[in-house]
Structures are given as C-alpha cells and as structure tokens.
C-alpha cells in the first residue's frame, strides 16, 4: 500500500511541475488559428479576371501577443499567429472569386508578372488588429473580441491604382466553463480565445470579395481592357 501511494504521490508530484513550468512565466501555448471560408464564396459568379496576389509580409508573418490579468488565472500571455492562416483565407477567396490567381511574393518581378498575362494585381495590407481577452466570472464565461482592419488595392497591369478599399470587422469569440474538468483546463492551458480571431478572419475576407465583386472601378477598368 505504501509502495501505491508513493507511485500516486509521485505521479502528483510530476503532472504539478509540467503545469509549473508550463504556466510559470504566463506563456501559454501560441492560439491554435483554424478560420475557414465562408461557405457562401465557393457559389460566387467568378470575375472574368487573371490576378495577382500580394500580400504584405507585415501581414503575412503577423503574431500578436495579448496579456490577460486574472485573480484566479493570475498574468498569462497569449499569442495569436494571425498572419498565416489570413493570408491562406484571402489567396483561397482569391480562387473562388478570379479566373485565375497566382501568389506573387513582390511586385517587382516583372517577368513574372508579364508571362502570367495577369489583368491585374490585388494587393493587401494590415491596417489594424485589436484583440481584447476578458473573463466573466458570474458565468465562468470567457470572451474574446477581435477589431480586424486590412487595405486592400487593385492595380491595373502596370501598377496603377484602379480602386482601394479599407475593410474592418469586428469578431467575437466564447469559451465557457460548465464542469470542474473544463476549470482545471483552463488553469494549465488558458481560456480558448481562437473563436474571436477565426470570426475576424472569415468576416474580413468574405467583406473583401464583397467590396470586390461590387466595384465599379474594377467593372469599369474589365470592360476596357476587354474591348
């Protein structure tokens, strides 16, 4: 019997120091960000368009990092690899809504750009990426909100600008606590905050095929070069 409780102990004692160190400094590990797209963007009416895809790598390679101060969770750090899984929703928007997209990685490879035959280039840019982390404790309710703002320009085949649109949303995410396990969770791994920011994500990018399809600018410039 000694000999059980010692092993008990001792497993106790291991599963205390990987929260420990886990926890210690109020890293958690980084938001696991998994956005899909809109459903309603696989039914859109392509436009009749070749283009370009550049996304800034100041968007691109965007992680942002959060703080979140709680009496019971204490000081912990959250980090939100944001710029990758928006950049793969906008090149996959891209396919649904062009004839043809290709990722450009800059926009000064004018081979590149000439041997596509591309009708234009589509760039994109982050403007702004507000996240706020609260918890609700009369609930036991974990909210996530998250103000995401891009830049979007078109450019004719020589890099004129044709249009440009700013677009911002807001997302808002929950994770709620209804057993004693979920709270134990929540004190090793952090509350679940990728609800807000995969809501940011999916708005931001199906807004952008929206002010896409409904331009004028790049309506107008497709009937011109067309006739």
Same mark, same amino acid.
């Given at each position: 019997?000694?000999?059980?409780?010692?092993?008990?102990?001792?497993?106790?004692?291991?599963?205390?120091?990987?929260?420990?160190?886990? &926890?210690? =400094?109020?890293?958690?590990?980084?938001?696991?960000?998994?956005?899909?797209? =809109?459903?309603?963007?696989?039914?859109?009416?392509?436009?009749?368009?070749?283009?370009?895809?550049?996304?800034?790598?100041?968007?691109?390679?965007?992680?942002?990092?959060?703080?979140?101060?709680?009496?019971?969770?204490?000081?912990?750090?959250?980090?939100?690899?944001?710029?990758?899984?928006? #950049?793969?929703?906008?090149?996959?928007?891209?396919? &649904?809504?062009?004839?043809?997209?290709?990722?450009?990685?800059?926009?000064?490879?004018?081979?590149?750009?000439?041997?596509?035959?591309? =009708?234009?280039?589509?760039?994109?840019?982050?403007?702004?990426?507000?996240?706020?982390?609260?918890?609700?404790?009369?609930?036991?309710?974990?909210?996530?909100?998250?103000?995401?703002?891009?830049?979007?320009?078109?450019?004719?085949?020589?890099?004129?600008?044709?249009?440009?649109?700013?677009?911002?949303?807001?997302?808002?995410?929950?994770?709620?606590?209804?057993?004693?396990?979920?709270?134990?969770?929540?004190?090793?791994?952090?509350?679940?905050?990728?609800?807000?920011?995969?809501?940011?994500?999916?708005?931001?990018?199906?807004?952008?095929?929206?002010?896409?399809?409904? #331009?004028?600018?790049?309506?107008?410039?497709?009937?011109?070069?067309? #006739?």
């Amino acid at each position: 019997m000694q000999s059980q409780n010692f092993i008990f102990l001792k497993i106790c004692l291991l599963l205390f120091v990987i929260a420990f160190n886990g &926890c210690i =400094d109020g890293t958690r590990p980084p938001v696991r960000i998994t956005s899909e797209l =809109d459903k309603r963007l696989y039914q859109v009416t392509q436009l009749p368009l070749n283009v370009g895809i550049y996304i800034d790598p100041s968007l691109r390679n965007h992680v942002q990092e959060e703080w979140l101060r709680h009496y019971i969770y204490g000081v912990n750090r959250f980090i939100f690899p944001i710029g990758k899984p928006l #950049s793969s929703n906008i090149e996959e928007m891209s396919r &649904c809504l062009f004839k043809k997209a290709i990722t450009l990685n800059n926009l000064q490879d004018k081979e590149l750009i000439g041997s596509e035959g591309l =009708d234009g280039i589509l760039t994109i840019g982050l403007k702004e990426s507000v996240i706020v982390l609260t918890i609700e404790e009369s609930v036991w309710r974990a909210i996530g909100q998250h103000k995401l703002t891009i830049i979007a320009t078109f450019l004719d085949s020589k890099q004129n600008k044709i249009w440009e649109s700013v677009v911002s949303v807001e997302g808002k995410g929950f994770d709620f606590v209804t057993s004693q396990v979920e709270h134990e969770w929540w004190v090793i791994s952090g509350p679940n905050f990728a609800h807000a920011v995969n809501d940011a994500i999916q708005k931001v990018t199906y807004e952008l095929a929206q002010k896409l399809i409904a #331009s004028k600018e790049i309506s107008e410039y497709f009937y011109r070069q067309k #006739s």
